[in-house]
């Protein structure tokens, strides 16, 4: 994939010395501390990744560093994932008085994070505003889904700025599955 300007971002592939930046997002974002070695892995899978992606002509899945725009100082994350969704769970999905149902379908799910220290700044919705009009415009993809626990208020609204309409799952499984934000592409 390209990288994507906005107003103050880059988005961009990782690169072998991101590992730092991995780390740090790691560390900070997801509480998950990850080894030197660790983070070297997931920069080298990622570029190759990318690469074989675009070589057998499939969406460009994987993470992408934030950056100022100005000077590349890495804020944090957004990426392409691919996201099962139970959509049956949900009432807005099902026929009345269906019971649950938990099969999955596939999604183009948005990943995005951003380290403490630049939260509640925009990054995020601006990052993340930037891979939807990826996916819509270049890929020309249906709908685009976020998914967050029922406790993680920032992320959700960070999914109301993008325009997503959220969904709460009212029961417990799948435990992975707590919360989704919808967004169908406009120019349907």
Same mark, same amino acid.
């Given at each position: 994939?390209q990288?994507?300007?906005?107003?103050?971002?880059?988005?961009?592939?990782? $690169? &072998?010395?991101? %590992? *730092?930046?991995?780390?740090?997002?790691?560390? +900070?974002?997801? /509480?998950?501390?990850?080894s030197d070695?660790?983070?070297?892995?997931?920069?080298?899978?990622?570029?190759?990744?990318?690469?074989?992606?675009e070589?057998?002509?499939?969406?460009?899945?994987?993470?992408?560093?934030?950056?100022?725009?100005?000077?590349g100082?890495?804020?944090?994350?957004?990426?392409?994932?691919?996201?099962?969704?139970?959509?049956?769970?949900?009432?807005?999905? $099902? &026929?009345?008085? %269906? *019971?649950?149902d938990?099969?999955?379908?596939? +999604?183009?799910? /948005?990943?995005?994070?951003?380290?403490?220290?630049?939260?509640?700044?925009?990054?995020?919705?601006?990052?993340?505003?930037a891979?939807?009009?990826?996916?819509?415009?270049?890929?020309?993809?249906?709908?685009?889904?976020?998914?967050?626990?029922?406790?993680?208020?920032?992320?959700?609204?960070?999914?109301?700025?993008?325009?997503?309409?959220?969904?709460?799952?009212?029961?417990?499984?799948?435990?992975?599955f707590?919360?989704?934000g919808?967004?169908?592409?406009p120019?349907?």
């Amino acid at each position: 994939m390209q990288p994507i300007r906005t107003e103050r971002l880059l988005i961009r592939e990782y $690169r &072998a010395g991101d %590992a *730092p930046a991995y780390q740090r997002l790691c560390d +900070e974002c997801f /509480l998950n501390p990850v080894s030197d070695a660790s983070a070297a892995d997931f920069i080298a899978w990622s570029v190759l990744n990318y690469r074989h992606l675009e070589a057998i002509g499939q969406p460009p899945y994987g993470d992408y560093l934030v950056a100022l725009a100005d000077t590349g100082e890495p804020v944090g994350s957004v990426g392409i994932v691919p996201s099962l969704v139970p959509w049956g769970v949900l009432p807005a999905f $099902r &026929a009345p008085a %269906a *019971p649950p149902d938990a099969l999955v379908s596939p +999604e183009f799910g /948005l990943f995005y994070a951003v380290f403490p220290d630049r939260q509640r700044q925009g990054f995020a919705a601006e990052g993340a505003a930037a891979i939807i009009d990826f996916l819509f415009v270049r890929l020309y993809v249906r709908q685009v889904v976020a998914t967050t626990e029922h406790d993680n208020i920032a992320s959700q609204q960070v999914m109301r700025r993008l325009g997503m309409t959220l969904h709460a799952n009212p029961g417990r499984n799948p435990v992975w599955f707590q919360v989704v934000g919808v967004l169908t592409n406009p120019g349907r």
